[in-house]
């Protein structure tokens, strides 16, 4: 289990290089590290409880042992005060056997301790690094998402001149361009067409205008 999480840390360190890669998702894969690592911690927590609980068991049973060897001792003495030999050493022949069993109870509970204490700081070591790992993660997703946003912008910008909608808007400007040509071609051709009686029709209105002008401002009909 504690190989596996340092493989977890050792992949997530690398800063995903041997993901991408393989072209896998860092992000997913990252969130997956990160699940991986909480599953090894909650099983080393019930390991962890379960050591601890032992422990417990048998530093009660060492000092249920010890308590009992204390009483057989204080009863030894008792029996000799009372003039009963034979009873005192009945009773310390218990002690002795109570006295064995104790120090059997305390060398098991002394082991598990130290087993119990060399869990708890691998979980607290295992906490840290996850600890660390998720600040990291945190930020590898947050690099990962701009390189992918960058490289999509930088995609739509190298596409940009096919785009379709560039291309038609600049076929409709190209044909207003078309229109003006034909409009002013056409006013040209229309100002060629005129004969020399139309032009000398229209300098003739024009007298005609003035005269009719001149003739009004005299008669005060202005």
């Known amino acids: 289990m504690f190989q596996f999480f340092k493989r977890v840390k050792t992949v997530v360190s690398s800063e995903l290089n041997s993901m991408l890669d393989k072209a896998e998702d860092p992000v997913k894969m990252l969130d997956q590290f990160m699940r991986d690592m909480e599953s090894d911690i909650r099983e080393v927590e019930s390991a962890v409880a379960k050591q601890i609980a032992n422990e417990k068991m048998l530093k009660r049973k060492t000092d249920d042992a010890q308590s009992l060897v204390e009483k057989r001792q204080a009863q030894a003495e008792k029996a000799i005060e009372a003039g009963n030999e034979d009873l005192a050493r009945r009773a310390l022949e218990d002690k002795n056997e109570q006295e064995a069993q104790a120090n059997t109870l305390r060398e ?17 070591e295992m906490k840290k690094e996850y600890q660390q790992m998720q600040l990291k993660k945190d930020s590898l997703k947050a690099r ?12 739509t910008m190298s596409s940009i001149g096919n785009d379709a909608s560039k291309q038609g808007f600049e076929r409709m400007e190209e044909k ?3 229109f003006e040509a034909e409009a002013d071609t056409s006013e040209d051709l229309s100002s060629a067409s005129k004969s020399l009686d139309d ?12 005269e009719l002008a001149a003739l009004k401002k005299k008669l005060g009909k202005e």
């Open 176 to 178: 207003v361009m078309q």
């Open 199 to 210: 032009e000398f029709e229209d300098l003739e209105k024009s007298d005609v205008d003035d």
């Open 144 to 155: 990962a998402e701009s390189a992918k946003t960058r490289t999509k912008m930088n995609r």
């Open 108 to 124: 098991s509970w002394e082991r598990a301790k130290r087993d119990a204490d060399q869990l708890r700081e691998k979980l607290d």
